[in-house]
């Protein structure tokens, strides 16, 4: 089965703070994707990347940049923590081909910005 | 742009019960379709993936069917249980995965 790993299941930061968020995943997948997750706005997508060293924004990228420098590695970077950036933020990975076609997420990180 | 809506948004139902979960999708042109369950502050976990050229897959005691040309899929929980309580989201994928809001499902013992 494929596994994605998100390094922190709780993280509690200061405003102003750089913040950093990982994700790595096992199975060689080309694509993966960073999502938060809010009471009544549901997923939205942040950014995502379809190879190493490439990235795209996604729904709501204001605040946030990515770094991809392996495949296996995907990481959310907050410039500058605020308030409003507390949240649940989840990882995914899909791969291409036929049967790659499905997403597996992590178990997510819960972040508090105070 | 894609909607994706789920009804109902919560479901209380007594153990042993068979459910029916739905979710609709506004365009019809999507390469797969995905359930997945969120046990409350987790992340969210894979049930069924159908791909668009499939009408329904089956895991267990879940059985997902999909109507790509009625923009329409089921989700069929049989003989429910306690542990099966948690949010359950219907996804599309286009070029990107578009989301239900979720149901909400509380089997009661």
């Known amino acids: 089965d494929v596994k994605v790993t998100q390094s922190s299941r709780y993280l509690v930061k200061r405003t102003g703070e750089k913040v950093f968020l990982e994700c790595v995943q096992d199975?060689?997948?080309?694509?993966m994707f960073w999502y938060r997750q809010d009471p009544g706005l549901g997923l939205r997508l942040i950014y995502f990347s379809y190879d190493v060293k490439m990235k795209e924004k996604g729904d709501i990228p204001e605040g946030y940049s990515v770094s991809r420098e392996k495949k296996e590695r995907f990481s959310l970077i907050l410039e500058s923590a605020s308030t409003n950036q507390t949240s649940m933020y989840l990882c995914?990975?899909?791969?291409?081909?036929?049967?790659?076609?499905?997403?597996?997420f992590g178990s997510g990180t819960r972040l508090t910005v105070v | 742009k894609q909607e994706v809506t789920q009804i109902p948004a919560a479901l209380s139902v007594p153990e042993g019960e068979n459910l029916v979960l739905n979710c609709s999708f506004t365009d019809s042109a999507i390469y797969n379709l995905q359930w997945f369950r969120q046990d409350p502050g987790k992340g969210l976990t894979s049930l069924l993936l159908i791909q668009s050229s499939q009408r329904e897959q089956t895991s267990g005691r879940l059985n997902a069917s999909l109507d790509k040309s009625s923009g329409r899929s089921t989700l069929y929980i049989a003989a429910s249980q306690p542990g099966d309580s948690a949010t359950y989201l219907c996804?599309?994928?286009?070029?990107?995965?578009?989301f239900g809001a979720g149901t909400i499902l509380r089997v009661k013992s």
């Open positions: 199975m060689d997948h080309e694509n």
């Open positions: 995914a990975s899909r791969g291409t081909g036929p049967s790659n076609y499905g997403y597996t």
């Open positions: 996804a599309v994928t286009q070029n990107k995965l578009v």
